[in-house]
């Protein structure tokens, strides 16, 4: 869990969610918009399209598994570019906050410049680094994604706002807007790893891509940013292409309770460890900015400790989409491709394709972060959302 304290915030920040609580107790039946837009940046956790736009494959033989069915087939019914079988954390985020699901940055191209942005946008690409590509090129760490790194994705940011603040108030667009700062950073270590790359040697990455997800903090808070939600690694070790890489006979490496690989889930741990000591040392430079750590790991890992309380079904490890093996996963047949074939019911499973979660676990991660316990502070007591209804019925954590 998050151990993050709120000593370093100021008075004026006890204030504003002060004000934020009361308004939310008299006015709830208005229940006000109180984010305008979400501004989000990150990788294919929370990509709803920009790879899609980046690449557009001359042949469907061409295109990235991830491009084809059955991606998209449970809320959305074709493929839109999101890695899942549905809605991300960012989708419910916008839902919950009462505004559209969020276009990518990249659709601008082909709507001639019509999409104007005013109530979200999104940066995120699949594959996305922190670090910037040349880092793992020099290292022989093969991205056959992408070379969008966080870099990509802030220059994309800053030549917007030169457009967009011809047109509109910036200061008050940056402060009205909810930043999602991610998920960004997983990628940094999934190809090394899932390149058999040793632990020693990417664990000496892990502050660097800190660093760099620090500094994209700070610059958008003095681009005028004032809340930000930085999303920590998820349990990768519970993760079916990591279990299929990393499958061992030694019983000691596996956690007895949900059948994750231990190391792997600690190593993620140290990343979110590192990361929430930084936040804590930019929330206290930015003393007028909210900075919300959203606990990943933890949201993620209840989904696999407790299966039956959040509706999933059957082996919890096991990918709903794919071609076989011990966990449905096989990194020369992902899903997409065939004879990779989904599950009769996605929502029975966490994991929908080995790498990327289901839209019924994501759903349970929004949650989460929205209601607690899993964020903090809470996104809603930051400011409250126009409607829950959509998270389905209330269950006591
Ligand atoms: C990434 O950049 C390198 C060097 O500029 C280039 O050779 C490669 O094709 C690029 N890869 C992708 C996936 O765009
Ligand atoms: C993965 O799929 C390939 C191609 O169908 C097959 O040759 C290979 O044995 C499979 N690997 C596993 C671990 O099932």
Request: glycine share 8%.
């Amino acid at each position: 869990m998050a151990s993050t304290s709120l000593a370093p915030l100021t008075t004026a920040f006890t204030i504003i969610i002060l004000t934020f609580l009361n308004s939310s107790i008299t006015v709830s039946a208005s229940a006000g918009i109180c984010y305008k837009s979400i501004i989000s940046f990150g990788d294919s956790l929370a990509d709803t399209g920009n790879l899609f736009h980046l690449d557009s494959p001359s042949s469907s033989s061409d295109a990235p598994h991830f491009f084809l069915p059955p991606y998209g087939e449970t809320y959305f019914h074709h493929p839109t570019g999101r890695c899942s079988d549905g809605r991300l954390v960012v989708d419910f985020i916008a839902e919950s906050l009462g505004l559209p699901l969020l276009p990518p940055y990249l659709a601008r191209k082909d709507t001639s410049g019509s999409l104007d942005f005013l109530e979200g946008v999104n940066f995120a690409v699949v594959g996305a680094t922190a670090l910037d590509g040349s880092f793992f090129r020099e290292r022989g760490i093969d991205n056959p994604a992408t070379n969008a790194s966080l870099a990509t994705e802030l220059g994309w940011f800053k030549d917007m706002l030169q457009s967009f603040c011809k047109k509109s108030d910036c200061k008050d667009f940056l402060q009205s807007s909810l930043v999602l700062m991610g998920e960004i950073g997983g990628n940094d270590y999934n190809y090394p790893l899932l390149q058999g790359r040793n632990i020693e040697e990417v664990q000496s990455f892990v502050p660097l891509v800190v660093q760099t997800i620090s500094s994209a903090i700070q610059e958008l808070i003095e681009l005028g940013a004032v809340t930000l939600v930085v999303p920590g690694n998820f349990p990768i070790g519970c993760s079916a292409s990591y279990l299929t890489y990393y499958q061992s006979s030694k019983k000691q490496d596996y956690d007895t309770d949900t059948g994750c690989i231990k190391w792997l889930n600690n190593f993620a741990k140290y990343h979110n460890q590192v990361l929430q000591s930084e936040i804590n040392r930019i929330r206290e430079l930015n003393p007028h900015a909210t900075i919300i750590y959203a606990d990943y790991y933890n949201a993620a890992m209840r989904l696999y400790r407790f299966p039956n309380k959040y509706g999933f079904k059957g082996e919890v490890l096991k990918a709903c989409c794919g071609a076989g093996g011990p966990y449905n996963y096989n990194s020369t047949v992902p899903c997409g491709y065939q004879p990779a074939a989904s599950c009769d019911d996605p929502s029975l499973y966490v994991s929908w394709d080995g790498l990327h979660l289901t839209e019924a676990a994501y759903r349970w991660i929004a949650r989460g972060l929205l209601e607690g316990p899993f964020s903090t502070p809470p996104i809603n007591t930051v400011c409250s959302p126009a409607s829950t209804n959509f998270l389905g019925p209330r269950l006591e954590y």
